[in-house]
Nanobody
Framework: QVRLVESGGGSVQTGESLRLSCAVS????????IGWFRQPGTYAREGVAT???????TYSDSVKGRFTITRNNAENTLSLQMDNLKPEDTATYYC????????????????????WGQGIRVAVSS
């Protein structure tokens, strides 16, 4: 059974940084598509970033240039470095993985993810 556990969330002010981590057990993340999503309040969950087994990354336009997704294969963890945070980044953040053979985009991962973390809150105040 694959288990994902997020950590590193919190409350910061505009312009500050946070680093989220996702510890994965039960699956070798180096083999699969894995990524981050977020859900602001009652709005729909949206893709933030993905990373595939070949290291290819994708980002949503809203975070491109500010967020960086990385993967530590030795520790089987996924990270999201979030710089220059804005109030609109306030959301619950989730990591997700698909152990299926999928094109590693945010839309495909959203549909084909077979494991999700429990979510972690990030709040950015102005």
């Amino acid at each position: 059974q694959v288990r994902l556990v997020e950590s590193g969330g919190g409350s910061v002010q505009t312009g500050e940084s946070l680093r989220l981590s996702c510890a994965v057990s039960g699956s070798d993340i180096s083999r699969y598509c894995i990524g981050w999503f977020r859900q602001p309040g009652t709005y729909a969950r949206e893709g933030v970033a993905t990373i595939h087994n070949d290291g290819t990354t994708t980002y949503s336009d809203s975070v491109k240039g500010r967020f960086t997704i990385t993967r530590n294969n030795a520790e089987n963890t996924l990270s999201l470095q979030m710089d220059n945070l804005k109030p609109e980044d306030t959301a619950t953040y989730y990591c997700a993985i698909s152990t299926l053979e999928v094109v590693c985009t945010m839309e495909r991962l959203r549909v084909y993810a077979n494991s999700w973390g429990q979510g972690i809150r990030v709040a950015v105040s102005s």
